[in-house]
């Protein structure tokens, strides 16, 4: 997957995959359409929180600040294959 909508962690959308207290906020969703389409829908996140997707965000810029989810930063890592 290579396209990626960013979702808001919302504290009534709490999930028990992500801890309703945990300082990251912004998740990485795949996105099947456009981000705009998705905006204000609610979704599961690669890492299994519920959010709610913020349309106007990129997740290539706010999976590298300190605010995403660590767990969304690993899973959207380009994987590197290397030539035998």
Avoid: K, N
């Avoid at 009534?12 to 990251?24: E, F, G, I, L």
Wanted: aromatic content about 8%; hydrophobic content about 40%; some cysteine.
């Amino acid at each position: 997957m290579g396209s990626y909508a960013v979702g808001f962690a919302r504290p009534d959308r709490h999930s028990w995959a992500q801890p309703v207290d945990a300082p990251a906020s912004w998740h990485a969703l795949e996105a099947h359409r456009p981000a705009d389409e998705l905006d204000g829908e609610v979704e599961l996140a690669v890492c299994g929180a519920i959010v709610q997707v913020w349309g106007s965000q990129r997740w290539e810029r706010v999976g590298s600040g300190r605010s995403a989810c660590a767990e969304c930063v690993r899973r959207t890592a380009p994987v590197l294959h290397h030539a035998s």
